[in-house]
């Protein structure tokens, strides 16, 4: 079946970097889009990120355009997320998803806390 599962979350000071990462399994990884969202306590889940299936095109968010990127290697079936110059505004629990036939799968998520 097909499984999403995020890590590489965690405790940062402002400024400072993470990467996330999204390992795919139970379909064809390179035959699918990818994205990244996230959601703040309180707040609706954002989509902050999309790449395509071979990577060609990619687009962020405003919010965090210029600071994260969003890249895939499709020989480990993974998505990565580099967020740089993280502030506390981008504290929220991560997730990564993908369409299939129309169904949308997420992963469990992966908490960033952007906090000195």
């Known amino acids: 079946q097909v499984q999403l599962v995020e890590s590489g979350g965690g405790l940062v000071q402002p400024g400072g970097s993470l990467r996330l990462s999204c390992a795919a399994s139970?379909?064809?990884?390179?035959?699918?889009?990818m994205y990244w969202h996230r959601q703040a306590p309180g707040k609706e889940r954002e989509m902050i990120a999309w790449i395509s299936n071979v990577g060609t095109y990619r687009t962020l968010a405003d919010p965090v355009r210029g600071r994260f990127t969003v890249s895939r290697d499709n020989a480990k079936n993974t998505v990565y997320l580099q967020m740089n110059s993280l502030e506390p505004e981008d504290t929220a629990a991560y997730y990564c998803?993908?369409?299939?036939?129309?169904?949308?799968?997420w992963g469990q998520g992966t908490q960033v806390t952007v906090s000195s």
């Open positions: 998803r993908t369409r299939l036939r129309e169904v949308d799968y």
């Open positions: 139970g379909f064809t990884f390179g035959m699918y889009d």
